[in-house]
C-alpha cells in the first residue's frame, strides 16, 4: 500500500518499486580465474563478463607472455602474482581470498558464461536461502557451426562455480593436486541450476587438437595417479559414447 511504501527507507522502496517492475536485483559479483601464459584466452574471458562483474581477480602463476601486462593495463581487474606449486585447488583458493565481492564466480580461461546465465545470475545471488550453486557446463567440440558433445559425464555435468564470499569455501589442499574438491560438508549444501542454457561454455575440446587433448590427459594422470579413468572420460570424449549437439551461432559468446 502507498502509505505502507511511504514509511520505508528510500533505498528499500527503490528496490520494491524495482522487483514490482521485474528488475533484476543489485549483483555484487567478483569473478575469479588463475593464468598462466594465456593471455589472449584471459582477454576473451574479461570481455565476457566486464558487463555483470564487479571486479575480475586475475592470479597469475607465473606467466611469461602478456598476461600481466594485459591485467595490469584494465582497471577492472585485481592482479595477484603467486607462484605455481603444482596445486590448482590451493592456487583457486588464493583467487578467493583476494575477491572482495558478496558473490564469487569461479572461472577457467577457457570457460565463458552464456546470456542465459548472465541474466540469471543477479536472482540467483538474490537468493537468501541459497550459499553455493552448482553451474550446468556445456563442453563445446566444435564451433563453426557451434556443437557440444552430450555424453555420460559431459551432459548434464554440474560444477561447484557460484558462491557466497566466505572462509568456509575453499578447496581442501590435501587432496590431489588436479581434481581438488570443496569439503563433504559444503558439497552437500549446493543446489544445481536446472536451466541448461543458463550455462558455462567450456571451449577446451575445441580449442585444442586431439593430440594436444592426450597430451594434457596423460599429464594429469601422471600428477595424480588414479585419475586416468576421469581425464580420459572428460578430455578424450571421441572414445565415450556420445551424441554431438548443435547450438544457435548467437547462443555461444
Known amino acids: 500500500q502507498p502509505h505502507a511504501l511511504g514509511a520505508l527507507p528510500a533505498a528499500v522502496r527503490l528496490a520494491v518499486f524495482g522487483w514490482l517492475r521485474g528488475d533484476p536485483p543489485p549483483l555484487d559479483l567478483s569473478v575469479t580465474v ?30 611469461q607472455d602478456e598476461t600481466e601486462a594485459l591485467c595490469r593495463a584494465d582497471p577492472r581487474v585485481t592482479y595477484v602474482q603467486q607462484p605455481w606449486e603444482g596445486h590448482f585447488g590451493r592456487i ?9 565481492g558478496e558473490w564469487i564466480l569461479h572461472l577457467d580461461t577457457d570457460e565463458r558464461v552464456s546470456p542465459e546465465l548472465a541474466a540469471k545470475l543477479p536472482w540467483l545471488c538474490a537468493n537468501r536461502r541459497r550459499d553455493f550453486y552448482r553451474l ?16 555420460e559425464k559431459h551432459e548434464p555435468c ?19 593436486p588436479v581434481h581438488p574438491r570443496f569439503p563433504k560438508a559444503v ?28 597430451a594434457k590427459a596423460r599429464a594429469y594422470a ?32
Not at 92 to 100: I, L, R, V, W
Not at 138 to 145: A, G, I, K, N, S
Open 187 to 214: 558439497r552437500k549444501a549446493m543446489k544445481k541450476v536446472r536451466a541448461p542454457e543458463a550455462c558455462l561454455y567450456h571451449y577446451c575440446l575445441a580449442w585444442l587438437s586431439r593430440e594436444e587433448l592426450e
Open 222 to 253: 601422471e600428477r595424480e595417479p588414479g585419475s586416468e579413468a576421469t581425464n580420459a572420460a572428460y578430455y578424450l570424449w571421441w572414445e565415450q559414447p556420445h551424441e554431438l549437439r548443435s547450438l544457435p551461432v548467437e547462443a555461444v559468446p
Open 158 to 176: 554440474y560444477v561447484p562455480r557460484l558462491f557466497r564470499r566466505r572462509d568456509a569455501f575453499r578447496y581442501l589442499e590435501g587432496e590431489g
Open 34 to 63: 588463475c593464468a598462466w601464459n594465456r593471455a589472449a584466452e584471459l582477454a576473451g574471458l574479461i570481455e565476457n563478463v566486464a558487463p555483470f562483474a564487479r571486479e575480475v581477480v586475475v592470479v597469475d602463476g607465473g606467466s
Open 136 to 151: 550446468p557446463m556445456r563442453w563445446l567440440v566444435e564451433l563453426d557451426p557451434p556443437r557440444y558433445v552430450h555424453s
Open 92 to 100: 583457486k583458493n588464493a583467487s578467493f581470498a583476494a575477491a572482495s
